[in-house]
C-alpha cells in the first residue's frame, strides 16, 4: 500500500510541476538560478529556452498521468477487517 501511496504522489507532483512548466517556463527557470556554478548555467539556459521547458512540462503532465491511470486499472481489494482512518 505505501507504495501505491508514493507512486500517486509522485504522479501529483509530475502532473502539478509540468503544468507550472507550461504556463509559466522562463520564471521557474529563474526561480532555480542557485548551486553551483553548472547548475546556474543550466538553468539560466533553460531560462532561454522556454520551448525546451515547455516540452519538458508536457513530458511531466504526460508520464505523471500515465503512472496515476496505472495506479487506478486493479485496485487492490479492501480486507472485511482492515479498518484504517480514510480507506
Known sequence: MRARRAKDLIAAWM??????LLIAPRQ?????VL???WLRNLALWYAKHP???????????GIGLWVALR????PEPVEKGDRRWFA
Open 51 to 61: 520551448v525546451v521547458m515547455r516540452l519538458r512540462g508536457a513530458a511531466g503532465v
Open 28 to 32: 521557474r527557470a529563474m526561480l532555480w
Open 35 to 37: 548551486g553551483p556554478e
Open 15 to 20: 502532473i502539478g510541476n509540468g503544468i507550472l
Open 71 to 74: 495506479q487506478y486499472e486493479d
